[in-house]
């Protein structure tokens, strides 16, 4: 809804999924009007994600840096590698810096 700010509250799991030494590129891809992160993993960080993935479909997946919430996309899809029908959902800063953060 253009003009208006929706609130919702999280409850984030302790334990990561994956975290920052399983991603070995993070690059800004645009994608439905916005921009999206395009995540390349470590073979053992894609096993982690396809493992968990299942058990997350349809939740959503808390994206955490430096001890911040960036974003909670909801997990629509356990196939991986491109952006989904919903991922452009960053403006051009916001995904440069997240893929900068990501990117270590």
């Known amino acids: 809804m253009k003009g208006r700010t929706a609130t919702e509250n999280l409850t984030v799991m302790n334990d990561a999924i994956i975290t920052e030494e399983n991603i070995q590129k993070a690059m800004v891809v645009a994608d439905n009007g916005g921009y999206a992160i395009l995540l390349t993993l470590t073979p053992a960080g894609q096993h982690q994600l396809n493992a968990d993935a299942k058990d997350m479909l349809n939740k959503r997946l808390a994206i955490i840096i430096n001890e911040?919430?960036?974003?909670?996309?909801?997990?629509?899809?356990?196939?991986?590698?491109?952006?989904?029908?919903?991922?452009?959902?960053?403006?051009?800063?916001?995904?440069?810096?997240?893929?900068?953060?990501?990117?270590h």
């Open 68 to 103: 911040t919430l960036v974003s909670a996309p909801l997990l629509r899809s356990t196939v991986f590698g491109h952006p989904g029908p919903d991922s452009g959902i960053f403006h051009r800063g916001q995904a440069t810096k997240i893929a900068q953060d990501l990117s």
